[in-house]
Every structure is written in C-alpha cells, then in structure tokens.
C-alpha cells in the first residue's frame, strides 16, 4: 500500500493533498501517472465528446457547456476537502528547502518556495524512483519513543566508576565553573610549551563537528567509509564494488586510487585498514576475504574455504603488528588468518551469526566478539581450545542482537551497539553471572521482529537493566534499523575519548556524551541510512557514510542551525500524538 500522504504530497498540488487519507495500491510512479490521467481524461473526453456533437448534428456550444459544467462539478467536489492553514504552508516551503539542499537543486529553491503548491514533477520522480533514498518509515509516535528514552540518562553506575576521573582528567574536564577557554589563553602564555594535551581536548570538545558538507555523491548506497590510523587516507566502498581511497591534500579529498572489489556478493560489508596504512583488506558474501594495497589495483585472494553454502564475513580487523586479519562471520565462527604463512584458524564463538569483532588493545592478544546471540564475549588467544572454545568472559545485558563493537585500547572499557536500540559501556573487570546470560538469551531467543524492515517492537523500548547486567553506562537516542551500523569511541589525541558517535536509520549523525549520557550532537544530514561513520584521528572533523550514495564531512560552524535539517513530522491527529507521547513518557 502506498498511501497518498507519503508517497504523493511531493508532486500533486498541495490543495488536493491536505488530509486526504485515500490509499492506492499501485506502484508509485503508476499512483502518479493514474492521478494525473483522471483530469487529463476528462479535459480530452469533452473535447472529444464535442467533436462527435458536431458530426451527429448537435449544437456544440450546448453540449460542450455540459460536459465542460461537469468536470467543473468533479473539480469543486477535490477542493472541498482541502484545509489551507498559513503552517502548512510554511511546513510545505521548509520542507522543500531541506530536499532541494540535500540534492543540490539550489537553482530551483528560491522558485519552488515561492509558489508551494507547484512541485517540480522531475524532482519527485528521481526521488521517488531512487534506489539509494529511504523514505524512512519511523513513524512519530517510534521517534517519540527514541526521544523519550534519552531524556532522563541514568548515570549513577558510571559515577562510581573510574571511566569517570579518568575521561575527565584525558579531556580536560574540571570541577572549575568557569569553563571559558579565555582562561586557558591567559595561561599559555606563562608557559613555554603552549597548550597541554588536556587543554587542547577541552579546548576541541567545546567545537565538536554539526555542519555536514557532501564530499561526493556516488549514486550508489555506502556501506563503509573509514580513516586510516594516521589520517592520510580515506576509504568508501559502495554496493557497486566500486572501493575509492581518497588522500588529504591541503585539507581537501583528492582521489588516489580506486578499484573494483572481486567476487561481491550484495556489498563490501568491511573494510579494514592496515596499521602502516598502505593495505586494507576487505570482506563480502563470498567464502574468502581480500586484501589490496592502496596504490595499485591488484588484489590478494584469502580462502578461507568455510563447508557452507552463503557465508560472509561481516567484520574483520588487522592485529598491531599488521600479520594477523580477526574476523566474525555468518556461520558462527571466529577466523584468525595469518597474512604471511596463508593459513587461518577458526572456532566456533557464538550460537547465532558473529556481528562484529576488535582487539581490546595494541597487543593484540586479547580480543572481543558479539553477534546475534545478543552476547559480547572476552577472548584471550594464548587460552583459546580450538576443539573446545570457551570465552575469557561473557558480557550480557542487551536485549537483541549486537550490531558492533569498539573498544578503548586500553583492555578495560568497550562499547556495543545493539537492535535494542542501545549503545552499553562495559568494563571487562565485570562479567556477568550466568543468571544474567539466561535472562539476556530468553529475550533475545524470540525473535519476534526483522530489525532489517520491521518496526521496533514494544518490549525493547523498555529503559530498565535486566537483571545481572553488569554494564557501565546505557545510552539511548538513536535508531538501530535496516543494516549492522556502527558506534565508535571520539579519538584520544582531539577529545580525550569523551564522547560516542553512532549514525542511525533516520540519517542522523548522534554524539553522546561519555561522561552525562546525554546527546550532544543530534543533526540529520543524509536522506537514507547512515552504516558507517570516522572521526579524524587528529583534526575536528568526522565523515558518514549513507545509503542515500552520499559520505559527507561534518565540521564545527558556528552559524550553523542544526535544526533546519530537522522539519517536524506531519500528524493528522494532534489528540491522539498527545495521548500516545503521554503513555510513552
């Protein structure tokens, strides 16, 4: 079902869309050509109807009036039922302005705002029949629910933890009310090496990115995008196995190499990049992963040969030392390929697909996984019995399956975004009791909804902790729908790792503060699903990968208005919006 409201209010005049609730069951592009044709139809039947007046000897005028007096009739019965209000048009002329920016349709903007009522027919149609463009189907009252559980951030367990003193010492947070950098001005001028590492963190954080600039626009949705480990370097893989590597140069993204992926099955799912930053390897629904260097096209072959039919590595990550690939993949297992003696080893690590792997820190012995089985499980690889697996330690607390894993580097801390649209901070000194594992699986075993097109089910809007969930910190306000999306600590060297970014199903690009809970930064800045998203290791700004085709980098702008990419949503019934954003909070 298409519904006229949703599907239609972008290109049929506005007067004939106000409150109408008629649904149509044909394709979109049909819908618009069937809407059209009725009063096309029923202009060419008079004159057509004339025509045959005057060879059948009736006077034409007279008949033609009739007919004519007809559709006039049909006319004035459509306008009826229009109700014009001064914000609805204003809703109408912003909303264009915010779908004419996202597309570069800046010519038509100042034209189309005049006149709300005269849509352009082209514009609807490309974004209509655009594969890369979500319509997002979030209903108000599923974004009421998101906005509600972030409202009021529980952070009693992560005040008593030493996350706490220590984010607050690495970002140059103080007790000092006065938190103006002018202070900090007049210090460095008393000392003779400039700002410390702290002051600049502080000084960073009160510029964090809200201003989304589109890089490039590749007509393709994107997948994965990712900085390499010193800064230099860009990647993006798009659904058309197109993989483009892009170097910095004088702060702009200039393209260096780009290549078509071998044996994509669907899309490139990950991409990783090598400590030195000169290879990356990559992963897709084929039974090997790849490895490529970033100057040339050639690309290495690592079978991986797994005895199953469709298999797929959804996460892979290169060890310190750049020898090792650690990989998650469908059929439950946990791969260890070693780039230099071409061979691997796997074992099997989880009861449902394995989502997401990384290593705790630089060593490279230690490493996490997590998958549909809604656990995220401590593994030490001098320990590990290939014939008879068995975790370091098990962390549970979500309610549906885990979507990815970052951690902190630093062998204590780590965060898992979930399809129970949470982001957990854990602390792997904590593990959970075998209690807490059985209550996270009885939940996580009902499977009783699709993350990937269903609404969110009314069980996972629930804030509460399960009992014997040992999380540090949880963090609500984002939208986990559609694909795997990731959530990754802010750098160390320009934020002291006191934030978390995560993209959503909605387009949006969400910061969290570490330390509150709270959402820092909440700015729509794509038309489709944000996967994947990068922060500069070193600079102030971060890029989002979307499945609108687009990668946009975000800096700070002080006259940005966050909100202008932000229209409310349209709701028939504002008594019944109320009555359910009540029950909601």
Not at 117 to 146: G, K, V
Not at 380 to 399: E, F, K, T, W, Y
């Amino acid at each position: 079902m298409y519904p006229i409201s949703n599907r239609l209010k972008f290109l049929i005049p506005y007067s004939f869309y106000c409150d109408c609730t008629l649904t149509l069951t044909l394709p979109p592009l049909f819908s618009i050509i069937a809407t059209r044709a009725i009063f096309i139809t029923a202009f060419s039947l008079t004159f057509v109807i004339c025509r045959c007046g005057i060879f059948l000897g009736i006077h034409r005028y007279s008949f033609s009036s009739s007919i004519f007096l007809f559709v006039i009739v049909i006319f004035v019965q459509i306008l009826k039922n229009k109700k014009k209000t001064c914000s609805e048009n204003r809703l109408v002329r912003r909303r264009l302005r915010i779908l004419i920016s996202f597309h570069n349709l800046t010519h038509q903007s100042k034209q189309l705002c005049k006149y709300p009522r005269q849509i352009s027919l082209e514009y609807y149609l490309f974004r209509c029949c655009s594969s890369n463009i979500d319509l997002s189907d979030e209903s108000e009252d599923e974004l009421a629910r998101i906005r509600a559980r972030a409202r009021f951030p529980d952070t009693t367990r992560l005040e008593k933890n030493d996350i706490s003193v220590v984010t607050k010492n690495t970002s140059g947070v103080t007790d000092e009310k006065n938190m103006s950098i002018i202070p900090l001005i007049e210090k460095r001028t008393l000392k003779p090496n400039g700002f410390s590492i702290n002051e600049k963190c502080r000084i960073g954080n009160s510029l964090l990115p809200n201003k989304p600039k589109v890089i490039r626009d590749f007509g393709s949705k994107v997948f994965c995008g990712l900085y390499s480990k010193d800064g230099e370097f860009f990647i993006a893989s798009t659904q058309d196995k197109w993989m483009y590597i892009y170097k910095m140069v004088n702060g702009n993204y200039v393209i260096y190499n780009r290549m078509l992926a071998h044996d994509v099955g669907w899309s490139v799912l990950d991409i990783a990049f090598s400590p030195d930053g000169q290879h990356f390897a990559y992963s897709s629904w084929a039974d090997c992963l790849y490895q490529c260097h970033i100057s040339d096209r050639s690309i290495d072959t690592l079978a991986l040969h797994p005895g199953v039919r469709r298999f797929c590595v959804f996460s892979l990550v290169f060890s310190n030392n750049g020898h090792e690939i650690l990989g998650g993949a469908n059929d439950r297992c946990i791969y260890m390929y070693d780039v230099h003696c071409q061979r691997f080893d796997r074992f099997t690590g989880h009861d449902e697909d394995v989502n997401c792997v990384a290593y705790a820190d630089n060593s490279s012995q230690i490493f996490y996984s997590a998958g549909d089985d809604g656990f995220c499980k401590v593994w030490d690889r001098r320990l590990i019995n290939m014939s008879n697996p068995s975790p370091v330690g098990i962390l549970a607390g979500h309610r549906d399956g885990i979507t990815y894993i970052d951690s902190r580097g630093d062998t204590r801390y780590l965060i898992t975004n979930s399809k129970d649209q949470s982001i957990k901070l854990w602390d792997t000194r904590v593990f959970s009791s075998r209690k807490a594992q059985q209550n996270a699986r009885h939940l996580v075993e009902r499977k009783d909804w699709d993350y990937r097109w269903q609404p969110v089910p009314q069980r996972l809007w629930d804030r509460g902790f399960l009992d014997g969930d040992t999380s540090v910190m949880t963090y609500y306000g984002h939208s986990v729908r559609k694909t795997l999306i990731r959530c990754r600590f802010s750098p160390p060297d320009n934020t002291g790792q006191r934030y978390i970014y995560t993209g959503d199903s909605t387009g949006r690009l969400i910061i969290y503060d570490l330390l509150t809970g709270k959402i820092v930064r909440k700015v729509k800045g794509h038309l489709g699903c944000i996967r994947d998203v990068s922060w500069h290791p070193f600079d102030h700004n971060l890029i989002t990968s979307s499945w609108d085709g687009k990668i946009s980098k975000w800096e700070y702008s002080e006259s940005y208005d966050a909100n202008e990419y932000e229209p409310p949503l349209l709701r028939r019934s504002e008594r019944i919006a109320a009555r359910r954003r009540t029950h909601v909070s």
